[in-house]
């Protein structure tokens, strides 16, 4: 099954939606299938490397994402707590812990509706 990450902007400025599923027989992205072949952490592993290519390209912009059900979206958690030592080190995290669109920084313990990340920037001193 052909995979697609897609990123669409939301009403809010910089702010851009990350969408992530199979491409159903009609060609549109199914973000509700369960393809159940094993490859989980290959997946959350592409979508990481995705999200990292398009926020290098794209710095100034915030990626909001949540799972499509609420295990998808726990999933999501682990998966981030897992890695997040390394994960911070290129992104700012933050959570949503009602789905009220109020985010506090990610860690470890939080019960979560949903994320927002975005690349950190570079500082220097010349």
Do not use: C
């Not at 990123?7 to 939606?17: A, M, R, S």
């Not at 973000?31 to 100034?60: C, M, Q």
């Not at 890695?83 to 009220?100: K, M, P, R, V, Y």
Request: charged letters at 25%.
């Amino acid at each position: 099954m052909t995979k697609q990450v897609l990123f669409t902007p939301t009403l809010i400025p910089y702010i851009f939606n990350l969408a992530f599923g199979d491409i159903n027989e009609y060609g549109n992205l199914d973000d509700l299938s369960i393809s159940n072949n094993g490859d989980r952490n290959k997946i959350l592993a592409t979508i990481v490397n995705v999200v990292d290519r398009y926020t290098n390209r794209f710095p100034e912009r915030y990626i909001f994402f949540a799972g499509s059900t609420e295990h998808r979206t726990r999933l999501y958690r682990m998966a981030i707590s897992l890695h997040l030592e390394e994960l911070s080190e290129t992104f700012d995290i933050l959570a949503d812990l009602n789905g009220n669109w109020e985010f506090v920084p990610f860690h470890k313990e939080l019960n979560v509706k949903a994320f927002l990340v975005k690349r950190k920037l570079i500082k220097f001193e010349i």
